[in-house]
């Protein structure tokens, strides 16, 4: 059965670095999400991407984030310089085109120190 | 107020009860309703998908929506100590999922 991946399954980094998450949808998926969960809060949306473009983001998701997909299997979220508040698990999803029904990868637990 | 509200739990329950959870939510706009698993520190796992009011059944699980009252809930029938997990309703219009807290639930053998 299709899944969505991610990798790393954990990032540590420091303050102030870059990190790149990165993400594989589903193969014939063409909408991309990128979503966070800070512990023991609720999954809370980031972006979303259709045709090489981002479509909606959220007010979470300023100057310091960009997503890019490279190739077209990749999918990936940058974090241009880390803060403390960023420490959270990071989820890609993807949906195909016949239903609103998003499927999750087993995302990215990041933390920064 | 919040889109989207769903009591946290924990919900504790027998082996073999019916597990019953639900989520409200504010903005009639929303057309299509989810209801998620996640297990700790793992991603959501899509469990029931519908877009209409009414019951849809698969399996062991029914999900059930009222539009009109904007509420949506999840039975689990015969459940099993490997339901524990914390489920998650999700609402939207198109796209962006607005998610609840999530209910954490405990079935006991």
Redesign the interface.
């Known amino acids: 059965e299709p899944e969505?991946t991610?990798t790393p399954s954990h990032q540590v980094t420091q303050m102030g670095q870059e990190v790149i998450l990165r993400c594989v949808p589903i193969s014939n998926h063409l909408?991309f999400?990128w979503?966070r969960q800070i512990l023991g809060?609720?999954?809370?949306?980031l972006v979303?991407f259709y045709n090489n473009e981002i479509?909606?983001k959220?007010e979470i998701f300023d100057d310091q984030f960009s997503v890019e997909r490279p190739d077209g299997s990749n999918f990936t979220l940058k974090i241009r310089s880390t803060k403390l508040e960023d420490s959270a698990?990071y989820?890609c999803?993807s949906?195909g085109t016949s239903?609103?029904?998003?499927?999750?990868?087993?995302?990215t637990?990041l933390t920064v120190l | 107020q919040k889109e989207v509200e769903q009591d946290p739990g924990p919900l504790s329950v027998p082996e073999g009860a019916i597990v019953s959870l639900n989520c409200t939510y504010s903005n009639s706009a929303f057309q299509y309703f989810m209801w998620y698993r996640q297990y700790s520190r793992k991603g959501p796992e899509l469990l029931m998908y519908t877009y209409s009011s009414g019951n849809k059944e698969d399996g062991r699980f029914t999900a059930q929506v009222d539009k009109s009252s904007k509420y949506i809930s999840l039975f689990i029938r015969d459940s099993q100590p490997s339901d524990s997990a914390t489920y998650l309703c999700a609402v939207s219009s198109w796209g962006k999922l607005q998610f609840g807290a999530g209910t954490q639930v405990v079935v006991t053998p």
């Open positions: 969505v991610q909408y999400y979503y809060q609720k999954v809370e949306f979303s479509s909606e959220s698990m989820f999803a949906m239903t609103d029904t998003q499927y999750f990868g087993p995302g637990r």
